[in-house]
T-cell receptor
C-alpha cells in the first residue's frame, strides 16, 4: 500500500485564524516531508522529519509549525498566514531520510487559500 | 551547483504519436533520478527510480532511460489520459534533498 493521506483537501482561512493540516502514512516509512507548491512550479521543501525528529527546516517562517506525533502522523500548524502563503501543501514519506535513496511518495495535497 | 533542466516546457501530441521528454542534470555524484507524474491540483505520483547510466524501466506506455548527463521519458502511442505534468528530480551524494526540474506539461489530443 503506497498511500499517503492528507486532510483537509481544501482549506480557506483568514490571516488571524489558526488551523492545522494533517498527514498519515501506513507504509512503515521513517521519513516524512512537508512541501509547498505554487502553480506551475515544482514542489519546494519546507520540513523533513526523520525518526520523528525534525531534521531539516528550510528557513520556513515561524507561522508554519510542524509536528510529528508518531512515525505515521505529521501535522502542519498554521497561524497568522499571509495571502502569499496560498498554495498546494504536499506531504510525502520515504523509507529513510539521509544518505540513502530517497524515493518519496506523495499525498494528494491540501489546497490552502489565505484571505 | 546541482541542477535539473527539463525540456520541452510543454508538448502537445496527437493520440498515438510517440515522443520523448528530456531531463538534463548536473549533480555531484548521482544517487538516484526520479520521475513523477502530476495531475492538476493533485500530488505527484511516483513513476520510476533510475540509479545508474544504462538503466531502463518501463510501465505501460512509459519507458525511462538514464545516461550520465540526462534521462529520457519515452511515451509510446500515448492516450489522452496520459496528459499531465511530468516532473524529474535527482538526489546527489552530497545532499539527500531532491533537486526538482520545472516539469514538462504533456497534452495528448484525441
Amino acid at each position: 500500500d503506497t498511500e499517503v493521506t492528507q486532510t483537509p483537501k481544501h482549506l480557506v482561512m483568514g490571516m488571524t485564524n489558526k488551523k492545522s493540516l494533517k498527514c498519515e502514512q501506513h507504509m512503515g516509512h521513517r521519513a516524512m516531508y512537508w512541501y509547498k507548491q505554487k502553480a506551475k512550479k515544482p514542489p519546494e521543501l519546507m520540513f523533513v522529519y526523520s525518526y520523528e525528529k525534525l531534521s531539516i527546516n528550510e528557513s520556513v517562517p515561524s507561522r508554519f509549525s510542524p509536528e510529528c506525533p508518531n512515525s505515521s502522523l505529521l501535522n502542519l500548524h498554521l497561524h497568522a498566514l499571509q495571502p502569499e502563503d496560498s498554495a498546494l501543501y504536499l506531504c510525502a514519506s520515504s523509507q529513510e531520510a539521509g544518505l540513502s535513496y530517497n524515493e518519496q511518495f506523495f499525498g494528494p495535497g491540501t489546497r490552502l487559500t489565505v484571505l | 551547483e546541482d541542477q535539473v533542466t527539463q525540456s520541452p516546457e510543454a508538448l502537445r501530441l496527437q493520440e498515438g504519436e510517440s515522443s520523448s521528454l528530456n531531463c538534463s542534470y548536473t549533480v555531484s555524484g548521482l544517487r538516484g533520478l526520479f520521475w513523477y507524474r502530476q495531475d492538476p491540483g493533485k500530488g505527484p505520483e511516483f513513476l520510476f527510480t533510475l540509479y545508474s547510466a544504462g538503466e531502463e524501466k518501463e510501465k505501460e506506455r512509459l519507458k525511462a532511460t538514464l545516461t550520465k548527463k540526462e534521462s529520457f521519458l519515452h511515451i509510446t502511442a500515448p492516450k489522452p489520459e496520459d496528459s499531465a505534468t511530468y516532473l524529474c528530480a535527482v538526489q546527489g551524494y552530497s545532499n539527500y534533498q531532491l533537486i526538482w526540474g520545472a516539469g514538462t506539461k504533456l497534452i495528448i489530443k484525441p
